[in-house]
């Protein structure tokens, strides 16, 4: 009995000491975070540019922020027809690669214990490369800079581009906050004022083969200006370590 009294004495004394502690990252904590949408179940990684996002924190009050992601899409189709007179062979390759970064900071106000606002800056560049190759019998056609789509509305075939490749850089002024839920584990919003330019690729289409002389080679040049409030629409829910 004694035993059991003193464990709980223990315990009550420990519940009372910690309950006046921050729960706010200390220097060295590490943080990173997912976006949760509850009105339509998405789950998503954090920013803009769906970026795995980490924060260090300098101290209690700077954290420094990253933010980088990766992703490649590859797609094949073939149509082969090799009995007969009129054999054909068709394939069609496409392949896309996406990656960015970007670098930022944080300025944590004094809030509360489990509140902490914050405003700080991003920095971040993208890019995305795309290229397809079309086997057509004899004939090879080689595109770079995206993905050449056909299709035939009753009087012409139209051609359109997909996945179109591009650069873009930019800086983001941020405001945000974190609740924290119970140590190391934290709820919060963001929003941000993006200054932000988007370069699309040109594509360039050379053919070899039959049909050779169909080279179309892009020259024009095509960007995006992007100047205004954004937001995350969902929660940030994170943890540090």
């Keep these: 009995m004694a035993g059991v009294f003193a464990s709980i004495t223990t315990y009550s004394q420990t ?3 910690d309950s006046l ?3 706010k990252p200390q220097a060295g904590n590490f943080s990173t975070e997912l976006n949760f949408n509850p009105f339509n179940g998405q789950l998503k990684l954090n920013n803009s540019l769906n970026q795995v996002k980490v924060r ?3 101290n209690s009050s700077v954290a420094l922020r990253l933010g980088f992601n990766l992703s490649k899409k590859d797609s094949t189709s073939n149509f082969n027809n090799p009995y007969g007179v009129n054999s054909s062979f068709y394939n069609d390759s496409r392949h896309t690669t996406t990656y960015g970064v970007n670098f930022g ?3 944590h106000l004094a809030g509360t214990r489990r509140l902490s606002p914050y405003i700080g800056a991003d920095v971040y560049y993208a890019k995305k490369s795309s290229n397809q190759t079309i086997v057509n019998n004899q004939s090879t056609t080689t595109v770079s800079g995206g993905w050449l789509s056909y299709s035939y509305n009753g009087n012409a075939t139209i051609q359109t581009v997909q996945e179109n490749g591009y650069s873009r850089y930019g800086v983001n002024l941020i405001s945000g906050f974190d609740f924290y839920i119970a140590p190391h584990f934290f709820f919060g919003y963001e929003f941000g004022f993006d200054l932000s330019k988007k370069n699309y690729d040109n594509v360039n289409v050379t053919v070899t083969g039959q049909g050779s ?3 179309n080679n892009s020259n024009s040049t095509v960007s995006a200006f992007n100047f205004g409030t954004n937001l995350m629409n969902g929660i ?3 943890y540090n370590f």
């Design 56 to 58: 260090y924190f300098v």
């Design 15 to 17: 519940i009372k000491t």
């Design 105 to 107: 900071f944080e300025k």
């Design 213 to 215: 002389g169909n080279n």
């Design 236 to 238: 940030r829910l994170g």
């Design 21 to 23: 502690k921050s729960l």
